[in-house]
């Protein structure tokens, strides 16, 4: 497996079916919620700096992505934070720790870009705890949601 940071639009017609896999195997209210990504506003945040795309290859194959938004901390201004905004790998893709490796890869890039913490959220339906708990992260909050739209 390779792991590399790529440009969002540059890949997106091999993100488009891999994306569509990631949601129809995690979303919720998808018959209110239809997935829609807005690649105008990925490469705005990517051309800012702000939106990283990690991503994992078996040979040419893309079959895993990791994507981070990161900022200053609007509560701690001299930290620079990440968040999870996509974290998936094919399923038939996750033997000998592809997951685990991409996160690490992930860390290992981020830290270059001194940021300070890396939040990674995971699904109550999907849970991954076991690895997040193995690699050291810790379960800081919880989120609730709720469906409010017509």
Known sequence: MDFALENVIDIKSELEPIIKLHWEQIALNKDKIKLNPDWNQYKLLEDAGILKLYTVRDGTELVGYFCVVMAMGLH?????????????????????????????????????LNVSVLAINTKVHAPFDKLMERMNYKCTERLYQKYIGK
Do not use: S
């Open 76 to 112: 701690y201004a001299d930290h620079v934070m990440a968040a999870c905004d996509v974290l998936y790998v094919k399923p038939d893709k996750r033997a000998g720790l592809t997951g685990y490796k991409l996160i690490a890869f992930v860390e290992k890039e981020l830290k270059k």
